[in-house]
């Protein structure tokens, strides 16, 4: 579009009254210019017509009557015998025929607008629906930052983006010492409101939140950091609120970006505490009393990110589930609801924009799923696995600091499966031994390339220094399957068309591989960092992956010796399992996958995952006979898959000699209280018997029996 149109279209859009004031000063300038050879100029209908298209009604009704009026006036003969009484009539015809016009024009215009309005409406509605269509049983994949199943309906919440103009506010030098007490007062009424909400503290929670409300006192007493707030309103002259917004945007871009996990959630406490200064300046539209307090029932909040001062306000009652999109496992807010018992997702990307208010959410915290819109089926399997999740809630106890010893005395090592670097304190808060399974795939996956040796060290570093002296186990990557990096490669293309998965896949992509070892070794030099190879076949795969593991040390000159071991999840290793304890420091069960293969089942089927397929008697035996060939070569042995985290297989693994359980974190507190319900004896006794049975409902019966009786 030329220029000069461009600058036209836009000046009408912006200032549509002042344009047609303008374009009537124009015409009428072109009419007075004509004289009176233009009787009844047309001219006067663009005025008046665009002004009452632009819903400028009185405006297109005072020209249609100044127009012919001052028109005539400038051109009637005065001083001769013209009648007066003709031009009036004259005029008065002229201004009711373009009274007439704006009317028709102001009204097309309406109905326009409304027309508009009805298609964008219906188009609105119609995205919803096709929406829904798409998301209707959809599952989104997230990860639980707090345990819990629940189902209920989508609440959203979108907080204001921008809390403040762009452009600077200026302020005149007699007014600095203003802003200065408005910045005081407003950090005396947020240290009284902190204090005011720590001596309202319910006891059952008091802990947890007065440790956070600590946190956020502490950085409103810190007093560099308000004082430079207040140099440079003196310094620049800009309102206070505008100072303030961007010293807290500032420091909370820098929290954000360390790599100490914990340390980056604190970017959210300093916004979070920002945003409460800034509503008692005034300068944040957010009023205290949070439309968040009232909440409707069954109610599942979904939003883009929460701050701790939303979860004080968050109505408790009727709140059943948060699912967020930016929220970590490290967060206060994620701390909040595990303190609270309130099941929590996060990490699903563009939550907020994929759902809607209303829609009918099933929340498996646990499996870090949401299922939108579930189906009578998808209902049902919910609900069964619901109620076995209550059943062994019920074991949970809140003294997490209890050793995990057996009614006798035994004591067994629980350790954590974690899947990115920022769950690494969740060993800390559960009080267990260390990593068992640190799920590398994260770094591969929804990436456009590979990750950098850089990145990889900086990752496996962090969780290794973290929990030093503890033990790391990461597990190298684990693809195929349902499992695939977006970016591109001949051979992982290779690889993945002939069906390749775990350890295989990543001996036909040997740089990626190389680099992931290499990263993994250098890691070592922060703690106690063991490496691990999932989806072992037998000994050809393993030895090529030790004889790189070999010239990666030496290349790297690496005094360290890292300990190596491979996970037994396929026939083919059960089978092999004499030669490959003889290559390995330790093995690692994945009894999901095991399960999986021994009986041919869809691992994505809900039916066949975890604890009822490793109770199928194939798979005790299987299980055992990994578990006895590496105690009698003096292997330790682990198990960290969904069975290590259910009291019943729990029993039978325990039986078997296992003596060392990997899972997730949140299934600590009820194995913990499991243990101390029997005694070592008693476990054996109980795995004879299910080794022993032929069905899996005579396994149950077993397990079942065994657990009512322990249970005091």
């Known amino acids: 579009m030329p220029l000069a149109p461009r600058l036209l279209e836009k000046m009408s859009n912006r200032h549509p009254a002042l344009f047609s004031i303008a374009v009537a000063v124009i015409v009428l300038w072109v009419d007075v210019r004509a004289g009176d050879e233009i009787g009844f100029p047309l001219l006067y209908a663009l005025p008046v017509g665009f002004a009452a298209w632009r819903h400028q009604r009185y405006l297109a009704y005072a020209l249609a009557a100044m127009l012919p009026l001052l028109r005539i006036a400038y051109e009637f003969p005065w001083g001769t015998d013209a009648s007066v009484a003709m031009a009036a009539i004259n005029a008065l015809i002229e201004i009711a025929a373009m009274a007439l016009y704006a009317y028709l024009i102001g009204r097309t215009a309406a109905q326009t607008r409304r027309l508009k309005s009805t298609v964008t409406k219906r188009e609105f509605q119609v995205s919803q629906l096709r929406a829904f269509s798409r998301m209707a049983s959809a599952t989104l994949q997230g990860r639980g930052l707090s345990p819990g199943m629940v189902e209920g309906v989508a609440w959203i919440h979108l907080p204001a983006e921008s809390e403040l103009p762009v452009e600077p506010q200026p302020v005149a030098p007699d007014d600095i010492d203003e802003e200065i007490r408005r910045l005081d007062e407003a950090l005396a009424a947020a240290v009284r409101e902190l204090d005011h909400r720590d001596r309202n503290l319910a006891d059952d929670m008091a802990a947890a939140e007065s440790a956070l409300l600590d946190v ?278 290779l690889a993945f068309r002939m069906g390749k998965r775990g350890l295989a896949f990543s001996l036909t992509e040997k740089t990626m591989f190389r680099s992931q070892v290499q990263a993994i070794l250098k890691s070592a030099a922060m703690g106690d960092v063991r490496i691990m190879f999932p989806m072992v076949t037998g000994v050809a795969d393993l030895r090529e992956a030790r004889q790189l593991v070999a010239e990666v040390i030496e290349a790297e000159q690496l005094a360290r010796r890292v300990a190596i071991g491979a996970m037994i999840e396929t026939p083919a290793a059960v089978i092999k399992i004499h030669d490959v ?132």
């Open 216 to 493: 956020q006192l502490a950085m409103l007493n810190d007093a560099e950091f308000w004082n430079t707030c207040k140099r440079r309103v003196r310094a620049e002259l800009i309102k206070v609120e505008q100072v303030v917004a961007e010293e807290v945007r500032g420091m909370a871009e820098i929290l954000e970006a360390l790599t100490h996990e914990v340390m980056r959630e604190r970017g959210a406490d300093i916004r979070d505490v920002g945003r409460r200064v800034l509503r008692n300046i005034g300068g944040c539209g957010e009023s205290p009393a949070s439309r968040l307090a009232s909440l409707p029932p069954h109610t599942i909040l979904v939003a883009r990110e929460l701050l701790p001062s939303d979860m004080f306000q968050v109505d408790r009652v009727n709140l059943v589930a948060v699912v967020t999109e930016r929220n970590g496992p490290a967060s206060h807010v994620a701390i909040l609801a595990r303190t609270r018992n309130i099941p929590a997702v996060s990490d699903i990307k563009d939550v907020a924009d994929l759902l809607a208010t209303g829609d009918r959410l099933l929340v498996d915290a646990e499996a870090g799923t949401v299922i939108v819109a579930p189906t009578r089926m998808q209902s049902e399997l919910f609900a069964e696995r619901r109620s076995r999740h209550v059943a062994n809630e019920s074991l949970a106890v809140p003294d997490a600091a209890q050793e995990p010893t057996t009614k006798d005395g035994v004591r067994i090592g629980l350790y954590a499966n974690i899947s990115r670097p920022d769950e690494a304190h969740l060993v800390s808060e559960y009080r267990l031994d260390g990593v068992g399974l640190f799920r590398s795939e994260f770094l591969f996956l929804d990436v456009a390339q590979a990750p950098t040796l850089d990145e990889q060290v900086a990752a496996y570093s962090a969780v290794a220094r973290t929990l030093n002296p503890s033990a790391v186990v990461i597990r190298t990557m684990d693809f195929g399957g349902d499992k695939v990096p977006r970016f591109d490669g001949s051979d992982s293309e």
């Open 581 to 712: 304890v003889k290559m390995v420091d330790f093995v690692s069960i994945g009894t999901n996958d095991l399960a999986h293969f021994i009986l041919a089942t869809d691992r994505q089927a809900l039916e066949s995952q975890g604890v009822q397929a490793f109770l199928q008697p194939s798979v005790l035996r299987a299980t055992q006979h990994v578990v006895r060939t590496a105690l009698d070569q003096g292997i330790g042995v682990s198990v960290c898959g969904e069975a290590a985290g259910n009291p019943a297989p729990v029993c039978l693994l325990l039986g078997m000699g296992v003596r060392n359980l990997s899972m997730n974190p949140f299934h600590a507190a009820a194995i913990r209280r499991f243990l101390r319900q029997m005694t070592l004896g008693e476990m054996e006794a109980v795995t004879q018997e299910a080794l022993a049975a032929t069905t899996l409902e005579e396994v149950q019966e077993i397990t079942e029996a065994a657990l009512r009786k322990a249970d005091p």
